[in-house]
């Protein structure tokens, strides 16, 4: 884990405002979020679907403009993709028609780089995939697949990754093991993360902080610190005070939304007789 040794945050979120254009007139999908991630923090964001979370990632890696307001990596203002953020999302998306090597190589051949193989080789030893080189995505399971996702994010090196829901497609099993595989390679490799999540188990077990988002227009309800020690064992899952902040966080979750419908639920309620 790097330290943050000059004080500025890796990653600076300023009043992200973005609105869509869509037929019917704009939609404010995210406004005025502010957020300031350390180097080496792993922070989730959790909150109700369509709050605007994929919006807010998205914008942090530079693939969506924002309508108003700035993001900042290492104090400069990111403006489009950079090889210094990877992502990995909820698909693999492996090109079918290319087996492990060769997709792992695809970012190289459009970035016309070459791979350090010594570095993937050793990441695809990391995440047991290291004899699947030449097999294609379909031979693979999900798991492997989201594995491979992870590598092929993690092969150009980049200081910041960025995971839309990445394990949410996944048996619980396999999730769990995808989250120890993060908080392994995460424990030995300087990497910044924010992840998406639904599930306020995973958002706990990896993060340093988690935040919370409103309803559309989504915005930064609240943030969580998460104070237990890593690595992060089944056993501390278990514990009262994880249980704890789970139900904290989930009511949060569902109180935002509760306020988001009342009309619907008094129109629901049966007539008085
Ligand atoms: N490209 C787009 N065009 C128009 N509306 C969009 C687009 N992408 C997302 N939205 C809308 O913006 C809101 C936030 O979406 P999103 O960021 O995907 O939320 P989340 O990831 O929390 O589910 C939703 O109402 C969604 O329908
Ligand atoms: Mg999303």
Same mark, same amino acid.
């Given at each position: 884990?790097?330290?943050?040794?000059?004080?500025?945050?890796?990653?600076?979120?300023?009043?992200?405002?973005?609105?869509?254009?869509?037929?019917?007139?704009?939609?404010?999908?995210?406004?005025?979020?502010?957020?300031?991630?350390?180097?080496?923090?792993?922070?989730?964001?959790?909150?109700?679907?369509?709050?605007?979370?994929?919006?807010?990632?998205?914008?942090?890696?530079?693939?969506?403009?924002?309508?108003?307001?700035?993001?900042?990596?290492?104090?400069?203002?990111?403006?489009?993709?950079?090889?210094?953020?990877?992502?990995?999302?909820?698909?693999?998306?492996?090109?079918?028609?290319?087996?492990?090597?060769?997709?792992?190589?695809?970012?190289?051949?459009?970035?016309?780089?070459?791979?350090?193989?010594?570095?993937?080789?050793?990441?695809?030893?990391?995440?047991?995939?290291?004899?699947?080189?030449?097999?294609?995505?379909?031979?693979?399971?999900?798991?492997?697949?989201?594995?491979?996702?992870?590598?092929?994010?993690?092969?150009?090196?980049?200081?910041?990754?960025?995971?839309?829901?990445?394990?949410?497609?996944?048996?619980?099993?396999?999730?769990?093991?995808?989250?120890?595989?993060?908080?392994?390679?995460?424990?030995?490799?300087?990497?910044?993360?924010?992840?998406?999540?639904?599930?306020?188990?995973?958002? &706990?077990? *990896?993060?340093?902080?988690?935040?919370?988002? =409103?309803?559309? +227009?989504? %915005? $930064? /309800?609240?943030?969580?610190?998460?104070?237990?020690?890593?690595?992060?064992?089944?056993?501390?899952?278990?514990?009262?005070?994880?249980?704890?902040?789970?139900?904290? &966080?989930? *009511?949060?979750?569902?109180?935002?939304?509760? =306020?988001?419908? +009342?009309? %619907? $639920? /008094?129109?629901?309620?049966?007539?008085?007789?």
């Amino acid at each position: 884990m790097t330290q943050d040794t000059s004080g500025q945050p890796k990653l600076r979120v300023r009043n992200a405002t973005k609105a869509y254009h869509t037929r019917s007139g704009d939609l404010i999908a995210i406004d005025r979020c502010s957020l300031d991630i350390k180097a080496g923090e792993i922070v989730s964001i959790v909150g109700p679907s369509g709050c605007g979370k994929t919006t807010f990632l998205w914008s942090m890696s530079g693939l969506h403009g924002l309508t108003s307001g700035e993001v900042l990596l290492d104090g400069k203002p990111v403006t489009g993709p950079s090889r210094d953020i990877g992502m990995v999302f909820q698909e693999a998306n492996l090109l079918p028609w290319r087996n492990l090597d060769a997709n792992i190589n695809f970012p190289f051949e459009i970035m016309g780089t070459k791979p350090d193989r010594a570095w993937i080789d050793s990441l695809l030893g990391r995440v047991g995939l290291d004899e699947f080189g030449s097999r294609f995505p379909r031979e693979l399971s999900g798991g492997m697949q989201q594995r491979a996702a992870l590598v092929r994010a993690l092969s150009y090196k980049p200081s910041v990754l960025l995971m839309d829901e990445p394990f949410g497609a996944l048996d619980a099993f396999t999730r769990e093991e995808m989250n120890r595989l993060v908080e392994e390679i995460w424990l030995d490799t300087p990497t910044t993360i924010v992840l998406i999540t639904h599930s306020i188990e995973e958002a &706990i077990f *990896l993060s340093d902080r988690i935040v919370v988002m =409103s309803p559309r +227009p989504g %915005r $930064v /309800a609240s943030i969580h610190e998460v104070p237990f020690p890593r690595p992060r064992s089944p056993e501390i899952m278990s514990t009262k005070e994880v249980f704890d902040l789970t139900n904290v &966080i989930k *009511l949060e979750i569902v109180g935002t939304q509760q =306020s988001r419908y +009342p009309a %619907r $639920v /008094a129109e629901a309620q049966p007539e008085a007789q």
